[in-house]
């Protein structure tokens, strides 16, 4: 295994150094796994005026998988766009062509109290949302800005081709495989002809996984669903812009951002795995954060890129632990609790594994 491991910005470092220690534990006991470290973000301008540097980009394309910690910070802000911590990111995802996110939404009952929704609604929740990430009317042309019948018009234009939508169906329908056998494509097909056609290619698709039971649903349904009664949901797929929306929403469902990993996926499962939060710089730098969601991470390249399930079900198992130890970071702390550092959470994990 040939790992490039980004740290980036704000609390990247200590979040990725608590997963680099879940690593290292599995080399001690004989795994093969090669790491190597490069700057992204404010921390790849910083050092090579780039925020995705050439070697850096070059040392991803060579990896198998790529674990990322967070970009950003109020440091990098007035720079020039093309200079953004958060270019660094888009280009990465695009440049390896990682076109499926996965993003699951789930809950330890122990942690249903910081949802803002009823416990009963919450607890125990487990979705994996899968969004199409490199196409649709983020990158549709034509696009642009311009004056029409004296007054100025915006437009974009929301484009899928079959076999985008062929490919993306193909990992959702893998990933609904190995979960509960229930896919939901949730699209907005009344409305719209690139959903018409969505739809179609997704029951095309359907044919060959004849064991998933799929359903369809408008985008305006899907949102009002998740906040009614998510439980209904295992495995979603979506297209950017629908996907952009339901993934966040799902995401605050659990009510602890620092929880919750994510994966992108290519067409090989090559991956890049990174937490959903952000470089959290009000906390950086503390030995404060959360590092689960990073560790979490993790258990999601051995399940998707490694197809190690046995390691990634350990992985797991053990987050479950600590959190039913009681152990918590301030983020999901809650009185009674044992309050833990970020690195006090990794040697934790370490501990359980
Ligand atoms: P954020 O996710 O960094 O932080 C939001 C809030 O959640 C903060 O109060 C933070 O302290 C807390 N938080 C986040 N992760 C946490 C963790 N692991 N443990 C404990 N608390 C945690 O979002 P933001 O404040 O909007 O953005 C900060 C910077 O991060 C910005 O520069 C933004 O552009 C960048 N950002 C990067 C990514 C990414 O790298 N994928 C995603 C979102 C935002």
Same mark, same amino acid.
């Given at each position: 295994m040939k790992l490039a491991i980004l740290p980036g910005d704000g609390i990247g470092p200590e979040i990725v150094a608590q997963a680099v220690k879940v690593l290292n534990l599995l080399k001690s006991e004989g795994a093969a796994i090669e790491m190597e470290t490069a700057p992204i973000g404010g921390a790849g301008y910083d050092a090579a005026g780039d925020p995705l540097p050439e070697a850096t980009l070059k040392l991803a394309r060579e990896a198998d998988a790529v674990l990322l910690g967070a970009v950003g910070g109020p440091r990098y802000d007035a720079l020039d766009r093309p200079l953004r911590p958060e270019r660094g990111l888009l280009r990465i995802r695009k440049e390896l062509n990682l076109f499926a996110n996965l993003r699951p939404a789930l809950l330890y009952p122990e942690l249903a @109290?910081? !949802? =803002?929704?009823k416990p009963e609604v919450v607890s125990g929740l487990d979705i994996m949302i899968v969004r199409e990430l490199t196409g649709d009317v983020y990158f549709g042309q034509p696009r642009g800005i311009e004056v029409r019948n004296g007054e100025r018009v915006g437009f974009n234009t929301m484009l899928y081709s079959e076999s985008e939508v062929r490919r993306v169906a193909r990992v959702a329908f893998g990933i609904a495989m190995k979960r509960g056998k229930k896919l939901c494509s949730v699209e907005k097909a009344n409305v719209l002809e690139c959903s018409e056609l969505w739809k179609a290619v997704m029951i095309e698709v359907s044919r060959d996984y004849p064991e998933i039971e799929l359903c369809h649903m408008y985008v305006d349904n899907a949102a009002m669903q998740m906040i009614k009664w $998510?439980?209904? &949901?295992?495995t979603i797929v979506t297209g950017n812009l629908f996907g952009d929306i339901l993934s966040d929403a799902a995401s605050m469902l !659990? @009510? !602890?951002? @620092?929880m919750l990993p994510s994966a992108s996926l290519d067409e090989h499962n090559k991956g890049m795995y990174e937490p959903i939060? @952000? =470089?959290?710089p009000d906390i950086?730098?503390? *030995?404060?954060? *959360? $590092?689960l969601a990073t560790i979490l991470s993790l258990a999601m390249m051995y399940r998707y890129? &490694?197809?190690d399930i046995a390691t990634a079900d350990r992985i797991e198992n053990a987050v479950k632990k600590v959190i039913a130890q009681g152990y918590r970071t301030v983020d999901i702390f809650t009185e009674g609790a044992q309050k833990v550092s970020c690195s006090e959470m990794g040697d934790a994990v370490v501990k359980a594994m």
């Open positions: @109290g910081a !949802s =803002s929704l $998510p439980k209904q &949901f295992d !659990s @009510g !602890s951002i @620092g939060h @952000g =470089s959290a950086a730098g503390r *030995n404060l954060a *959360n $590092p890129t &490694f197809a």
